[in-house]
């Protein structure tokens, strides 16, 4: 899991706002949701890459955000 200090401090780098942590059962991810843009974590290291985020559909938009909980207080 990622360090509750670390994500305290993580921001998109497409709009450098808020992060949700949203938690599946593949693994957790970080969410953007006003760009709809999902960035996976891999060994506990988010890859916060612009290039490698993954679009996300309406339908998925609503199941990340029923998971979904801020990455941690600002």
Do not use: F, Q
Not at 33 to 39: C, Q
Not at 46 to 72: I, Q
Request: charged share 30%; aromatic share 2%.
């Amino acid at each position: 899991m990622i360090d509750e200090t670390l994500l305290s401090i993580l921001v998109c780098p497409a709009d450098r706002g808020p992060l949700l942590l949203v938690d599946k059962p593949v693994g957790p991810l970080l969410y953007n949701p006003r760009l709809r843009r999902a960035y996976r974590i891999e060994d506990g290291i988010p890859v916060l890459l612009v290039d490698e985020a993954e679009s996300v559909s309406d339908d998925e938009h609503v199941r990340l955000m029923a998971r979904a909980r801020p990455a941690a207080p600002r």
